[in-house]
């Protein structure tokens, strides 16, 4: 059974920090390169950071590089987002998944927004 559960969102003042969790079923998470994605309002869904299936290897899109890190626990099927210096550009539901797309599947989301 595939399954993705985001947590970790919330409302945040600008500059500030979240770190997001995502558990994954193993059908989905073993041994496969994991992602997070975002949709803001009116937007399509965006690629935010990679990760190898070791995690040896990241990427990040230009926007968030070097205020976000994606990080994996593998023995407990995990997917991380530390977010530090939040702008209010960030503000979006976040998404985990694998990457490339494994499953035409989606979780429910965690929504971050950023405000004064």
């Known amino acids: 059974q595939v399954q993705l559960v985001e947590s970790g969102g919330g409302l945040v003042q600008p500059g500030g920090s979240l770190r997001l969790s995502c558990a994954a079923s193993?059908?989905?998470?073993?041994?496969?390169?994991m992602a997070w994605y975002r949709q803001a309002p009116g937007n399509q869904r965006e690629l935010v950071a990679t990760?190898?299936?070791?995690?040896?290897?990241?990427s990040y899109a230009d926007s968030v590089k070097a205020r976000f890190t994606i990080s994996r626990d593998n023995a407990n099927n995990t997917l991380y987002l530390q977010m530090n210096g939040l702008k209010p550009e960030d503000t979006a539901v976040y998404y985990c998944?694998?990457?490339?797309?494994?499953?035409?599947?989606w979780g429910q989301g965690t929504q971050v927004s950023v405000s004064s």
């Open positions: 998944n694998s990457h490339p797309l494994k499953y035409d599947y």
């Open positions: 193993g059908s989905i998470f073993s041994g496969y390169p």
């Open positions: 990760i190898s299936s070791n995690g040896g290897i990241t």
